[in-house]
T-cell receptor, first 114, second 109 residues
Framework: DTEVTQTPKHLVMGMTNKKSLKCEQHMGHRAMYWYKQKAKKPPELMFVYSYEKLSINESVPSRFSPECPNSSLLNLHLHALQPEDSALYLC?????????????FGPGTRLTVT | TQLLEQSPQFLSIQEGENLTVYCNSSSVFSSLQWYRQEPGEGPVLLVTVVTGGEVKKLKRLTFQFGDARKDSSLHITAAQPGDTGLYLCAGARGNKLVFGAGTILRVKS
């Protein structure tokens, strides 16, 4: 099973709202990722967790706050977002970080900030 | 400067035609992955190539890794409308995946 699940599928939020995106995998992978993707563009890396510890933050604004409660779950907490943050947010996981690790992506959350 | 140059950016062809997508870099990668992504969905891993000169086949799709492990190609034979999507190559760079800009393929019936 190479499934990564994400909820919700769609999310509309105002600029003053607080919401969370959730990601789950049961493949025993020890690395998990958040990406942001704009239409017809490649995914842009936001955060990397390795063994439940944040290992990479790609200078993401603090209005995005990741959390890894355990090895299967990854959350992305959203607060005071801007309309330009509207995008497809993708979660991915891999066996390990590092060279050659294949990443498996979830279906994404389509976020619209109004 | 894009670390992985992918071409063409956009391809619109008729059903039954063949096509090739290229992914080139001046850097060596230990492996390259190819993904296909449909609108509103996440990228789906098609293949990983690891060895220089390696050729892998997945039904009508043929993937090749250059001898120097700096480039890769994806060839589709007899394209079908179901092949429509965004094709992404990605190379491992440290703890990250470096993506090419993507090729939008549209196959018309």
């Amino acid at each position: 099973d190479t499934e990564v699940t994400q909820t919700p599928k769609h999310l509309v939020m105002g600029m003053t709202n607080k919401k969370s995106l959730k990601c789950e995998q049961h493949m025993g992978h020890r690395a998990m990722y958040w990406y942001k993707q704009k239409a017809k563009k490649p995914p842009e890396l936001m955060f990397v967790y390795s063994y439940e510890k944040l290992s990479i933050n790609e200078s993401v604004p603090s209005r995005f706050s990741p959390e890894c409660p355990n090895s299967s779950l990854l959350n992305l907490h959203l607060h005071a977002l801007q309309p330009e943050d509207s995008a497809l947010y993708l979660c991915a996981s891999s066996q390990e970080t590092g060279l050659g690790s294949e990443q498996y992506f979830g279906p994404g959350t389509r976020l619209t900030v109004t | 400067t894009q670390l992985l140059e992918q071409s063409p950016q956009f391809l619109s062809i008729q059903e039954g035609e063949n096509l090739t997508v290229y992914c080139n870099s001046s850097s060596v990668f230990s492996s390259l992955q190819w993904y296909r992504q449909e609108p509103g969905e996440g990228p789906v891993l098609l293949v990983t190539v690891v060895t220089g000169g390696e050729v892998k086949k997945l039904k009508r799709l043929t993937f090749q890794f250059g001898d120097a492990r700096k480039d890769s190609s994806l060839h589709i034979t007899a394209a079908q409308p179901g092949d429509t999507g965004l094709y992404l190559c990605a190379g491992a760079r440290g703890n990250k995946l470096v993506f090419g800009a993507g090729t939008i393929l549209r196959v018309k019936s």
